[in-house]
């Protein structure tokens, strides 16, 4: 079956290291998301693509970056990790740059830095 | 700006009863669409259901449907008949046409479904 995977699920970093968490979705999606969700604030929006080499930043992309070089993938990069970067990440995609089109999310990874 | 608010932290029924979910948003679109989004324990984000703003008909899905006042800018869920595996976070989202796919979070409820 088709699906939205994410790795790692869980990651412990320190202050200052640069972290990659990978996105790999098989519906050959062209759009897909970043988010953050931190307590109290619900999703808010970190990142966008909506096709290779397609990239937007979103409403909290400072200290994040993305790239987009094939479909399937779209790997979030903190350059200089930092506490306030500790929350859970969800990667999101859909098929259709059609508004209201249901985004189908990943199982999230969880990063706490220290 | 877009905003959704969701003014119940925290809710508790019984197993069978009826909960409503509340959920407003502040927009000066015309064209939109409204979604819940379920979060279980095991943290994946699920979809409940879906409302497109031109239509009128209040979406249904089995056990929930919503209440959608336009007028008044609400987006209530009600969950009839609730079981234990509802028991969950519930996000209302919100996309406008000209924000392409970029939902809009509110800052959850968090549901609780009792023996």
């Known amino acids: 079956d088709a699906e939205i995977t994410q790795s790692p699920r869980h990651k412990i970093t320190e202050t200052g290291r640069q972290v990659t968490l990978a996105c790999h979705q098989t519906w050959n999606h062209n759009n897909m998301f970043w988010y953050r969700q931190d307590l109290g604030h619900g999703l808010r929006l970190i990142h966008y693509s909506y096709g290779v080499q397609d990239t937007n930043k979103g409403e909290v992309s400072d200290g994040y970056s993305v790239s987009r070089s094939n479909t399937e993938d779209l790997p979030l990069t903190l350059e200089s990790a930092a506490s306030s970067q500790t929350s859970v990440y969800f990667c999101?995609?859909?098929?259709?740059?059609?508004?209201?089109?249901?985004?189908?999310f990943g199982p999230g990874t969880r990063l706490l830095v220290l | 700006a877009q905003t959704v608010t969701q003014s119940q932290p925290e809710m508790s029924v019984q197993e069978a009863e009826t909960v409503t979910l509340s959920c407003t948003y502040d927009t000066s679109e015309s064209n939109y669409y409204l979604f819940w989004y379920k979060q279980p324990p095991s943290r994946q984000m699920i979809l409940v259901i879906r409302q497109e703003a031109y239509k009128q008909q209040n979406a249904t899905e089995n056990r929930f449907s919503v209440n959608f006042q336009k007028a008044a800018k609400s987006f209530s869920l009600k969950i009839s008949d609730s079981q234990l595996g509802d028991t969950a976070m519930y996000f209302c989202?919100?996309?406008?046409?000209?924000?392409?796919?970029?939902?809009?979070f509110g800052q959850g409820t968090r549901l609780t479904i009792n023996p």
């Open positions: 999101a995609s859909t098929q259709l740059r059609l508004v209201g089109e249901t985004q189908y």
């Open positions: 989202a919100f996309i406008y046409v000209q924000g392409a796919q970029k939902l809009v």
